[in-house]
Nanobody, 123 residues
Framework: VQLQASGGGLVQAGVSLRVSCAASGRTFSPYVMGWFRQTPGKEREFVAATSRNGISYYADSVKGRFTISRDSAKNTVTLQMNSVKPEDTAVYFC??????????????????WGQGTLVTVSS
């Protein structure tokens, strides 16, 4: 399974940005698809996830600003980022899991990861 993320870039604070991820390879139906982000010197942190039964999960820091959506037929997941802030600057990674594992908020639950896409928000 390969994950290809796209849509990162340099934007100003307050605008909207969308990052997307497409899964390809063997036929599978991920239980959960999610996004994490990481900045230099810090651990990768959970941003948002969506499960196969339609439940979405968000980090408190992005709740109300970010929206995750999923196209199960195409195995794609999109993160709509509104009202971005400089503290949203990070490399964003998409990930998928075929099982519940430790839960959607835990990076250890995910089986496959994308290469990351850089989002830079200027003040």
């Amino acid at each position: 399974v390969q994950l290809q993320a796209s849509g990162g870039g340099l934007v100003q604070a307050g605008v909207s940005l969308r990052v997307s991820c497409a899964a390809s390879g063997r036929t599978f139906s991920p239980y959960v698809m999610g996004w994490f982000r990481q900045t230099p010197g810090k651990e990768r942190e959970f941003v948002a996830a969506t499960s196969r039964n339609g439940i979405s999960y968000y980090a408190d820091s992005v709740k109300g600003r970010f929206t995750i959506s999923r196209d199960s037929a195409k195995n794609t997941v999109t993160l709509q980022m509104n009202s971005v802030k400089p503290e949203d600057t990070a490399v964003y990674f998409c990930a998928v899991s075929e099982r519940y594992g430790l839960g959607p908020r835990q990076s250890g639950s995910y089986d496959y990861w994308g290469q990351g896409t850089l989002v830079t928000v200027s003040s």
